[in-house]
């Protein structure tokens, strides 16, 4: 198994441009959802998804979109980047939450807008 | 806001056991404590979890207080490959949402 696998590793944008960051998991896991990483800020949880169809916003959602047509994927997808979107994106992935276990991450997606 | 908080750095020697700890006094009862590490800008990588009882797995032990408000990550024999950032996290679920909320961590070094 791949485990979760994030496209690009590495991307710069211009203010305003567009992009989808990808994010695609080959556990048949229910559960898919986004994180970005700041300095001295953590991980915050950006939109988050409970199975295919199903979407619904994190607490810094803002500036960002997600949809969730098949179970594998969960891509994001920045429709007009700005500075403040400078930060690593992680995608995590797990079984529904009655199940307590554990969130598996990809490596990330680190990304800069000038 | 994280629930835990942890000392923000520690150092071990090679081959040592390395001892982590996490206070989380204002866990409720049904909420897990999750360890998750961070080695350099890496994704976090999944350590171990338990509720009350102890764990143990193959990357290491989880000793919970029996009040639960406070817990030992527990590397029995740390290498330096084991240098990173480790998160002590009590997971929040809210409507379906798994929200794993990062505090700042405990930033171990592994000395030779």
């Known amino acids: 198994n791949a485990g979760v696998t994030q496209t690009p590793k590495f991307q710069v944008l211009k203010t305003g441009q567009s992009m989808t960051l990808q994010c695609a998991q080959d556990?048949?896991?229910?559960?898919m959802s986004w994180y970005r990483q700041d300095p001295g800020m953590g991980l915050r949880l950006i939109h988050y998804s409970v199975g295919a169809g199903i979407t619904d916003q994190g607490e810094v959602p803002n500036g960002y979109n997600v949809s969730r047509s098949t179970t594998e994927d969960f891509p994001l997808r920045l429709l007009s980047a700005a500075p403040s979107q400078t930060s690593v994106y992680f995608c995590?992935?797990?079984?529904?939450?009655?199940?307590?276990?554990?969130?598996?991450f990809g490596n990330g997606t680190r990304l800069t807008v000038t | 806001d994280a629930k835990t908080t942890q000392p923000p750095s520690m150092d071990c020697a090679e081959g040592r056991a390395a001892n982590l700890p996490c206070n989380h006094s204002?866990?409720?009862?049904?909420?897990?404590v999750y360890w998750y590490r961070q080695i350099h800008s890496q994704g976090p990588q999944y350590i171990i979890h338990?509720?009350?009882n102890n764990e143990t797995n193959e990357m290491a032990s989880l000793i919970i207080t029996e009040d639960r408000k406070s817990s030992t990550l527990i590397l029995p024999h740390a290498t330096l490959r084991d240098t990173a950032v480790y998160y002590c996290?009590?997971?929040?679920?809210?409507?379906?949402?798994?929200?794993?909320?990062f505090g700042q961590g405990t930033r171990l070094t592994i000395n030779p």
């Open positions: 995590a992935s797990g079984r529904p939450s009655s199940y307590n276990s554990p969130l598996h």
């Open positions: 556990m048949n896991h229910e559960y």
């Open positions: 996290i009590v997971r929040e679920d809210f409507q379906g949402a798994q929200k794993l909320v």
């Open positions: 338990g509720l009350k």
């Open positions: 204002t866990i409720s009862g049904n909420e897990y």
